[in-house]
Structures are given as structure tokens and as C-alpha cells.
């Protein structure tokens, strides 16, 4: 394994999780494609001696609950650590629980759709998630997206996600034009739908879910005015994937986007790349080429720029 040495940092962590999150980060550590040697050391669950690269560190789980990580990480180890640090410090300290969190994803893919998703959290899904090594999906590959998805959807109770096809996209979008408003409306909108979605589903009506975070997009005043008569209070929060509700949120919106986008790709009879770069451009010319103009809007948001460089 290749890892250049800016990635590999000294480690020193010690944290103290729930019982059930003991098998989880276990699980995690066994999934990763890096050597690892299993140890037998006393009072530990288990310990394992890993290798990334020249990275060699030492993860133990003891019986008491205590994680300890020893030596130099690299971006495995690293993910764990951040993923834990950012669950236990910004997830149970500065958000009330439960909470919602929300994010989204295909806003700059010219093909696919838009999606938002959203997640209801509380404190014992907030440590699974640490054990999942959830974070913001943008630092995951689409098939470590794909498979956290699938993960957080077993564990997770509230759960809601939004997935506008272009078809639906270019007539919404067309619509808030003709009325003056623009993406972020849109998007205002389709956050909203979530949340709300969210905020009446609540597994448990004794805790009821009034608060909700979301990676900001806009102004507060834009979403705020599509709330309507909900009773969440809603904070935009610059870079929210740091919060582990936003960024399962984020996760579950790019991997909905990843298997639409294929299934779109299925139908139309090419690979669609994402994105809005050249390499978008070119296919769009050839769908345009193959299926006429009109097939664009069945695959595509129309407005972004790359349709006025294929007509």
C-alpha cells in the first residue's frame, strides 16, 4: 500500500464507548484491506497490530469499554479517529438530542438526479455510528458511500430521502424560475419536505425531535420560510458534514444518487459521468447525437450551462 508520508500522523487516543458499539468497531477493523496481526492481550476484547504503508499502529478494546490506539496512523486509523472524535465531541456537546440532521447531494452533476436525505439521531446512534466510521461522504469512495449507506439504514430508525429524477428536477426548477426564485429555493424546498418527514415520524413521541441541522446552502431566512407550522428549529451550519447526523445524511444522499444515476445510465444506454466537466459535455453530445435533444431532460438538469454547449 502507497501512502504518502503527509498521511501518516502519530496517534495517541484513548475513548470510552457502549457495550454495543464494541462489536461494530470490530467488524469495521476486519473490513479494512490492510494487514493486521490479532494479539492476545489481557483485559482486551480483542487488539489488533495494523500496517498502512510505514504506518503501524495498535488498536485494543478492553472490557471495560475503553478503545486505546497506539503508534502512527494512516487514513484508515486516521478515519476511525475522526469519525469517533467528531461523534463524541460535536455530536453529544453542542447539538440537543435527539436531532435531525440533513444534507445533500448531485447539487453539481449535470446528470442524475438532486437528492436530499435525511437522518434522526440520538446518543446510542451516535456512538454505532462512531463504530461505522461514518463522515462526510466527500472523503468516502462511491463504494465505501454505497456500503456505509446500507449500513446506516439498518441501524437507523428515522430516515427520509428525497430523490427528484431529472424529469421532476427540470419542472420544479422551471417552476421556481416563473415565480422569481432560484436553486437554493429548490433546494430549500426539498430540505424541508425531509425534515418534516423526519419530525412526524418519530419513534418515540416521549422524545420528540425539536431541533435540526443542515449543511448550509442558502440563508436562514430561505429555508426558514418553507418550514411552514413545523416545530423543529432549524440551524445552517457552515461545513455540517462535521456533525455525525449531517454527514450519515450526506452518505445516504450520494449513495441514493450513485444507483439512480446508474439506472439512469441503464436507460439511456451509456455510462453518465458525474460531474459538469468535459467529460460530461461529451456525452451529453452524444446522447443528443443518439436519442435527439428532448432525451436530455430525462437524465439531465437542463439550466446548468453544459446544455447551452451541446444544443
Known sequence: MEIEKREIQPIQYNVKLSSDALEPIRE????????????????????YELTEGEAKSILRQYSSGTLQIQGKGGPQIR???MALEGTLSAGFDELPLPHCGSDEAGKGDYFGPLVVAGVRVDKALLERFAS?????????????AQSLARKISD?????????????????????????GKNLNDLLAWAHSRVLRDLEGSAADPD?????????????ERVLLSRMGDSRLRVKQIERGERYPSVAA????????????????????GV????????????????IVVDNGFDALKDVAKLHFSNTDRVR
Do not use: H
Open 28 to 47: 469495521l477493523v476486519e473490513s479494512w484491506d490492510i494487514p493486521r496481526v490479532a494479539r492476545d492481550e489481557r483485559y482486551c476484547t480483542y487488539a
Open 79 to 81: 478515519s476511525l479517529v
Open 132 to 144: 461505522l466510521g461514518v463522515m462526510d461522504s466527500k472523503r468516502l469512495s462511491d463504494s465505501r
Open 155 to 179: 441501524v437507523t430508525q428515522g430516515v427520509a430521502v428525497l430523490s427528484l429524477l431529472p424529469t421532476t428536477y427540470n419542472d420544479l426548477y422551471a417552476k421556481m424560475r416563473s415565480e
Open 207 to 219: 422524545a420528540p425531535c425539536t431541533f435540526a441541522v443542515v449543511d448550509k446552502f442558502a440563508s
Open 249 to 268: 445524511a450526506s452518505i445516504l444522499a450520494r449513495a441514493r444518487f450513485l444507483s439512480d444515476l446508474a439506472r439512469l445510465s441503464e436507460e439511456i
Open 271 to 286: 455510462r453518465l459521468p458525474k460531474g459538469a466537466g468535459k467529460a460530461v459535455d461529451s456525452v451529453a453530445k452524444q
